[in-house]
Nanobody
């Protein structure tokens, strides 16, 4: 069973930065992609950013230009650098190991809370 452990969440003021990390128990290179999702209260979980095993990246429009996803295959770790944070970025952020290109099969971490104060 693959285990994913997120860290780096916390409370930050508007305009601040945070860096989330996701440590994976297995080889992240074996997955089609690694992705970050978030879920705010009363809202559906949404894809924030993804990076494929080849290094291609994709971002939600709401975070494009502010967030950067990266990966360290040697450390089996994925990162999400979040800059210029806004109150609407407040959510629980989840790391995900995506099995196939259809993004249907995934393994999930337990989530880390990010709170941006105004």
């Amino acid at each position: 069973q693959v285990q994913l452990v997120e860290s780096g969440g916390g409370l930050v003021q508007t305009g601040g930065s945070l860096r989330l990390s996701c440590a994976v128990s297995g080889s992240i290179f074996s997955f089609y992609a690694m992705a970050w999702y978030r879920q705010a209260p009363e809202k559906r979980r949404e894809l924030v950013a993804a990076i494929t095993s080849r290094g291609s990246t994709n971002y939600a429009d709401s975070v494009n230009g502010r967030f950067t996803v990266s990966r360290d295959n040697a450390k089996n770790t994925v990162y999400l650098q979040m800059n210029s944070l806004k109150p609407e970025d407040t959510a629980v952020y989840y790391c995900s190991a995506v099995i196939h290109s259809d993004f249907e099969g995934k393994f999930w971490g337990q989530g880390t809370q990010v709170t941006v104060s105004s």
